[in-house]
């Protein structure tokens, strides 16, 4: 109970977020290039990706439920990758799940440029969740 199914189903869910993203195959399906991971799998070769990963330390005194995610919207080019960060903001930001018990804040970060030409343009979001103990 963190969150993490209830970003993957509104990012998901999400026309404006999938509509810039790459897929990729297993088998006969078809996912979009989203990962709750602290990497991209080696074999993926696409540039429009998102993965994301906790953050920071869950305070464990709090009346509530916190957990803090990093998101990398990477992008081929510097503009894809904050578009892909505002789309992923603009779904996510002072929002809540369709259960009602999650709440979601964004916060934007410095992009980061590629390190070499296999790599991609990262534009960082910070996003934390709120739920219901």
């Given at each position: 109970?963190?969150?993490?199914?209830?970003i993957?189903t509104i990012l998901?869910a999400?026309?404006?977020?999938t509509?810039?993203?790459d897929?990729?195959?297993?088998g006969?399906?078809?996912?979009?290039?989203i990962?709750?991971d602290l990497?991209?799998p080696?074999?993926?070769e696409g540039f429009?990706t998102?993965n994301?990963y906790d953050?920071q330390?869950?305070d464990?005194?709090?009346?509530?439920?916190?957990?803090?995610?990093?998101?990398n919207?990477?992008?081929e080019t510097y503009?894809?990758a904050?578009?892909?960060?505002?789309a992923?903001?603009?779904?996510l930001?002072r929002?809540?799940?369709?259960?009602?018990d999650y709440?979601f804040t964004c916060?934007?970060?410095?992009v980061?440029?590629?390190?070499d030409?296999t790599?991609s343009?990262?534009?960082?979001?910070?996003?934390?969740?709120?739920s219901?103990?």
């Amino acid at each position: 109970m963190n969150g993490v199914e209830q970003i993957n189903t509104i990012l998901k869910a999400d026309a404006n977020v999938t509509g810039k993203l790459d897929t990729f195959t297993i088998g006969v399906s078809t996912y979009f290039a989203i990962w709750n991971d602290l990497l991209i799998p080696q074999d993926f070769e696409g540039f429009k990706t998102i993965n994301f990963y906790d953050g920071q330390a869950i305070d464990y005194t709090l009346s509530y439920g916190q957990y803090d995610y990093i998101f990398n919207c990477r992008g081929e080019t510097y503009p894809n990758a904050v578009d892909l960060r505002e789309a992923v903001k603009d779904a996510l930001n002072r929002e809540t799940d369709s259960t009602g018990d999650y709440f979601f804040t964004c916060e934007g970060a410095p992009v980061l440029r590629p390190a070499d030409e296999t790599d991609s343009y990262n534009a960082i979001l910070n996003v934390r969740t709120k739920s219901r103990a």
